[in-house]
């Protein structure tokens, strides 16, 4: 289902490359960059990812999802101020990250991330964790995470 969803996705893109070609629009172009995962063994079940999303291109896109083997679930979270200061985390307004045209958009520690619910796997150090990113228009882009320790 998810899969079949992907492949639609990349249809509409498709089509929406082939109904912009002769026009000056050249839509988003979304590059990653320094994706990332603190290291936790198997039972912690849920781990988040990091890194930073560049749209590159002359249109708006949106990340709206993401799979990968070593997660059940995948969420896009944002960090935010509970009563009483402590910090807690929630599915994202919309269920979307916004990636403006030209923008770019850092996922990190205490605010937006990738959260792996369920995880299948342990994230040791080096480990490379194989996720695929759905965005809106740009459809589906397969990166690699690697596991690391936080970088001050
Ligand atoms: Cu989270």
Redo the contacts with the bound molecule.
């Keep these: 289902m998810k899969r079949s969803l992907g492949f639609v996705l990349t249809l509409f893109a498709l089509l929406a490359l082939a109904a912009c070609s002769g026009s000056k629009a050249e839509g988003p172009k979304i590059v990653i960059e320094n994706a990332w995962g603190r290291p936790s063994p198997k039972v912690a079940t849920a781990g ?1 990812f990091y890194m930073t999303i560049r749209n590159e291109g002359s249109e708006d896109d949106a990340l709206i999802g993401a799979d990968s083997d070593a997660c059940g679930t995948i969420e896009l ?1 944002e960090s935010y101020m509970k009563e009483g200061g402590a910090m807690g ?1 929630r599915p994202v307004p919309g269920g979307k990250i916004v990636i403006p045209a030209g923008e770019t958009v850092e996922l990190k520690m205490g605010g937006l ?1 990738i ?1 792996c619910i369920d995880k299948q796997i342990d994230f040791q150090p080096g480990t490379k964790v194989k996720l695929i990113l759905h965005f809106e228009k740009s459809g589906d882009i397969p990166i690699e995470v690697e596991i690391r320790n936080p970088m001050k």
């Design positions: 988040a979270h985390m991330h959260m």
